[in-house]
């Protein structure tokens, strides 16, 4: 598919399956995949300054502050490989994240084209945390519950260790949840106003929800999908180390 510079938000709670999903329409897409989690990561692996610094948020289950963010997300926006669009996981999670991006994209001559919101019960959202494990090598993602592996405590796709988050546990899940309820939530507002919102339901099957918003995204004008992409297409990811992405 040739479609240039289309810039989506995904928007959602952790465990929303804001990853899986990110994954999958980035490549139906043609566009580049941005997970704060990922530029945490990555800055944690490295040992920088700022890896560390977001690191003592994280394993508190709290969001990582505004400047600290946003000049990682800046900074992976002027990247080459952002020139044909990006679609963003993770972030922003503030009002004052959202307007810096948009204040950025319109002096790069772009714009948010559409943002999606994963809705997802709370309920379901606590059983999903609490249940789930990653791959320690490129961070597949197992729950105990719904999709335990064959192997306990071992990924079926690479054979590395599973483990969970230090966020996915006790307090810190509750916690990670009422901060997106009580702040993350209000994004919806804003990009209400603007007329980009769109709402998934989240309490679906990964297939269906996919399904769902492409059929939403392929409603706007300016968007283009190519090919269907089921669950079992879905590339491995590059290495990965934890993050707070969900």
């Known amino acids: 598919m040739e479609k240039k510079d289309v810039n989506i938000i995904l928007i959602g709670a952790q465990g929303s399956g804001k990853g899986t999903q990110a994954a999958k329409l980035s490549a139906a897409l043609g ?20 890896g560390l ?72 959202l606590l059983r999903r945390l609490s249940g789930r494990w990653i791959c320690r090598a490129h961070q597949h993602v197992y729950n105990s519950l719904t999709r335990p592996p064959k192997v306990s405590g071992v990924c079926d796709i690479d054979g590395s260790e599973l483990y969970q988050r230090s966020d996915d546990k006790g307090e810190a899940v509750q916690k990670r949840l009422d901060i997106f309820f009580n702040e993350t939530f ?16 989240g309490n679906q099957s990964i297939d269906q ?10 409603s706007t004008p300016t968007i283009k999908v190519g090919k269907e992409i089921l669950t079992w297409q879905l590339p491995v990811p590059p290495s990965r180390l934890p993050s707070q992405s969900a």
């Open 53 to 124: 610094r977001a690191k003592v948020f994280l394993d508190r289950g709290e969001l990582v502050p505004d400047e600290l963010t946003v000049a990682m997300v800046l900074e992976r926006l002027a990247q080459p490989d952002c020139l044909s669009g990006i679609l963003l996981d993770g972030f922003p999670r503030t009002i004052a994240q959202a307007q810096v991006l948009d204040s950025n994209l319109q002096q790069m001559r772009k714009r948010i084209d559409r943002a999606v919101y994963l809705d997802v019960p709370h309920d379901e």
């Open 209 to 218: 929800v996919y399904a769902d918003i492409l059929q939403v995204l392929t």
């Open 186 to 201: 209000r994004l919806l507002d804003y990009y209400r106003k603007q007329q980009k919102l769109v709402t998934v339901n």
């Open 31 to 50: 566009v580049c995949h941005i997970a704060s989690g990922d530029l945490f990561r990555k800055a944690l692996q490295e040992q920088t300054a700022s």
